[in-house]
């Protein structure tokens, strides 16, 4: 293979004439992609963990909500998803309001647009998720939790949701790491993150290779990161004899 490496682009100049160089768009895409990836993730927790428990309530009502949302959200291609949040959402939404989003900075909204995306795709996951952690608790933990006089709400917070989210952490972390690969699909409507910056740097350097190896890098430490991050709450929320402890 002829291939002429030239390691040394990374540190020139761009040519768009920001004071950066090409290495410097690759640490604004990192920090891009590592910052949807928390927001989404934390967005998906809290829908994931609403909707679940919503799942696993007497009402059938409730259910119902929860049904239609995994249902919705699990079945439809991200790709569709991200079109839909930024193309649709905006037009369906009162006009002062969808005015108010389309005019915001485009690469703000860019951004929001793709946390939302991810975030609800991803909460019907992690909704399914805490359901069977739910469902696996022996029946007598609600039970007892109300004979104590506990709300159902406090009963849930205090009794069900700590087992629970023990025993669903390590797919907690899959779903984790997961929403940082899926992160690229955000460069379909227009948000520079990791993979974004990567195409933009081969487009004006022509040199391939490198770029793709320092993004493949540097998707390998944010994987790290994030591992070392939940193997860390891991600990602390261990408890001693505990089966997996």
């Known amino acids: ?29 990192f920090a891009t992609t590592f910052a949807l990836t928390v927001c989404a993730w934390i967005l998906a927790l809290v829908a994931g963990t609403f909707f679940g428990i919503l799942r696993t309530l007497p009402p059938a009502a409730a259910r119902a909500i929860g049904t239609t949302y995994v249902s919705v959200f699990r079945n439809i ?14 037009e369906l939404l009162p006009t002062p309001v969808g005015d108010w989003i389309k005019g915001i900075a485009p690469n703000l909204q860019f951004f929001i647009v793709s946390v939302f995306a991810l975030g609800i795709y991803t909460g019907s996951r992690i909704c399914e998720q805490l359901r069977a952690g739910i469902r696996a608790l022996p029946r007598g933990q609600r039970s007892a939790g109300l004979a104590m006089g506990f709300s159902l709400l406090q009963t849930y917070r205090y009794i069900i949701l700590p087992q629970v989210f023990r025993h669903i952490l390590p797919p907690l972390t899959s779903e984790f790491l997961i929403i940082s690969k899926n992160s690229a699909v ?29 993004v493949t890098l540097a998707y390998v430490l944010m994987n790290f990161l994030i591992l070392h991050f939940m193997g860390w709450i891991r600990k602390r929320t261990s408890l001693p004899g505990l089966m997996g402890d």
């Open 186 to 214: 955000a460069s379909t409507i227009g948000l520079l993150e990791l993979s974004g910056q990567a195409r933009q740097l081969v487009d004006y350097t022509a040199q391939p290779y490198e770029s793709f190896i320092v």
């Open 1 to 29: 293979m002829n291939y002429n490496w030239n390691w040394e682009v990374l540190v020139q100049p761009v040519a768009t004439g920001e004071p950066s160089t090409y290495m410097g768009w690759i640490g604004t895409g």
């Open 77 to 90: 291609p991200l790709i569709v998803q991200f079109f839909i949040w930024y193309f649709v959402v905006p």
